[in-house]
């Protein structure tokens, strides 16, 4: 896996949904909690996240509530919505799918075609 660029359109914002999904985090726990669960495979540039974070809190996915963070900072927490979680939903079993069907392409030997 590489960094943000190397990601599908749309594949972002799942990440972001999810690492939500898990816990309120603000912004850069946003950052940390991807790197974690994608086993240090994804770095996700502060550039990119907070245009996503943005997005995703105009369309009603996510809402935020300012708190302090563990070193005594102000900061914007974010959870999930309702519509949030259905969308979290569908992309991931969109995403289970197109990643089953790219395996099963890629698995097939010429005794197969």
Do not use: C, F
Request: zero cysteines.
């Amino acid at each position: 896996m590489g960094k943000t660029a190397d990601l599908l359109p749309g594949t972002l914002d799942m990440l972001i949904l999810k690492a939500v999904s898990l816990k309120p985090l603000h912004g850069y726990g946003v950052l940390l909690r991807i790197q974690q669960i994608s086993g240090d495979a994804l770095e996700i540039p502060q550039g990119s996240l907070y245009p996503a974070l943005y997005r995703l809190e105009h369309q009603d996915l996510i809402v935020a509530e300012w708190g302090q963070t563990e070193n005594n900072r102000r900061a914007k927490y974010y959870t999930l919505t309702a519509a949030g979680r259905r969308r979290l939903r569908e992309e991931t079993a969109g995403w289970n799918r197109l990643a089953s069907a790219i395996a099963s392409a890629l698995n097939t030997t010429p005794e197969e075609v």
